[in-house]
């Protein structure tokens, strides 16, 4: 699987589509200035709004659409350890690696192997992303965005973040 920088909708906004095999899976549309992120799966939606919150480690706040948290991103900039991300009540890890290509790797605890391994390319030209600690923000929605396709829409019981149309 790989997310695919398709194009900038308008002044702010960036859709990615979730490839595999050469078809799309999911798609994913980012609003920086709104701070929104809303994927399409199947028959699935989901709208997220996340917040920044200060402090030694850096935390992303995730909310739904009523604004009710539902979910943190915690990063801590200073040690090369697995992030986490919370949804829903379900703890996950992830992290991202550079060789031989940009892929971001979810994990369902920190001892086990990984459960999800998407790549990340950024559009037509395809040119090469690299992560690291102080970029990792930017690629928030494409976390969130495999999180919840990987962990709520491809599993067989979709809870509440999965709105069937």
Same mark, same amino acid.
């Given at each position: 699987?790989?997310?695919?920088? !398709?194009?900038?909708?308008?002044?702010?906004?960036?859709?990615?589509?979730?490839?595999?095999?050469?078809? $799309? !899976?999911? !798609? #994913?549309?980012?609003?920086? &200035?709104?701070? $929104?992120?809303?994927?399409?799966?199947?028959?699935?939606?989901?709208?997220? @709004?996340?917040?920044?919150?200060?402090?030694?480690?850096?935390?992303?706040? %995730?909310?739904? /659409?009523?604004?009710?948290?539902?979910?943190? %991103?915690?990063?801590?900039?200073?040690?090369?350890?697995?992030?986490?991300? /919370?949804?829903?009540?379900?703890? @996950?890890?992830? +992290?991202?690696?550079?060789?031989?290509?940009? /892929? *971001?790797?979810?994990?369902?605890? =920190?001892?086990?192997?990984?459960?999800?391994?998407?790549?990340?390319?950024?559009?037509?030209?395809?040119?090469?992303?690299?992560?690291? =600690?102080?970029? &990792?923000?930017? @690629?928030?929605?494409? *976390?969130?965005? #495999?999180?919840?396709? +990987?962990?709520?829409?491809?599993?067989? !019981?979709?809870?509440? #973040?999965?709105?069937?149309?």
């Amino acid at each position: 699987m790989e997310w695919i920088s !398709i194009r900038n909708q308008s002044a702010g906004v960036t859709e990615y589509q979730l490839m595999d095999a050469n078809s $799309t !899976i999911a !798609i #994913l549309k980012y609003n920086i &200035h709104q701070q $929104t992120i809303r994927l399409q799966a199947e028959n699935n939606r989901a709208v997220f @709004f996340i917040e920044k919150a200060g402090g030694l480690f850096n935390k992303t706040i %995730i909310n739904n /659409e009523y604004g009710l948290p539902i979910g943190k %991103i915690s990063v801590d900039k200073k040690t090369s350890r697995l992030e986490s991300l /919370e949804l829903e009540g379900r703890k @996950f890890y992830y +992290s991202f690696q550079n060789d031989p290509f940009a /892929e *971001l790797i979810l994990y369902k605890s =920190k001892s086990v192997a990984p459960v999800a391994r998407c790549g990340i390319k950024a559009g037509t030209d395809n040119l090469p992303i690299v992560f690291n =600690k102080s970029n &990792h923000e930017e @690629f928030i929605p494409v *976390l969130l965005g #495999l999180c919840w396709y +990987s962990f709520f829409i491809s599993e067989p !019981i979709r809870p509440v #973040l999965a709105h069937q149309y």
